[in-house]
């Protein structure tokens, strides 16, 4: 898709491809996977949340290139297995099934910062 990075044209450049695949697992992972996380936002909000953090990953692969890309996507990868491994089953709440449903927006509003 584009010869070389905008930023850094030493890189070897990211392809169409990644950013596709990128999209699809993501869905998948966001729609049917961890749904009941965010079964009280609705879809239009979530579709655009999805596109909004694609988007951002596919300029930062266009300007800084494929190991920025897949980097970034590790680093938010390790996050979420914190988040859902370590951080939720800490709080009493279940990492696969965000049960007890309550007590998961409890904590999100906190982390938010709206309690």
Do not use: C
């Not at 970034?72 to 990492?95: D, E």
């Amino acid at each position: 898709m584009f010869e070389q990075p905008v930023i850094f044209p030493a890189l070897s450049p990211i392809s169409s491809i990644e950013i596709l695949t990128v999209f699809t697992i993501a869905s998948i992972a966001y729609f049917l996977v961890f749904n009941n996380f965010e079964k009280h936002v609705p879809v239009q909000k979530r579709l655009g949340k999805l596109l909004i953090v694609v988007g951002v990953l596919a300029a930062i692969g266009i300007l800084f290139g494929r190991f920025a890309f897949w980097g970034v996507i590790a680093l938010m990868t390790i996050g979420q297995m914190y988040l859902h491994g370590v951080y939720f089953p800490k709080h009493g709440i279940n990492g696969l099934t965000a049960e007890p449903h309550d007590k998961y927006l409890e904590i999100i509003e906190r982390m938010k910062g709206k309690r």
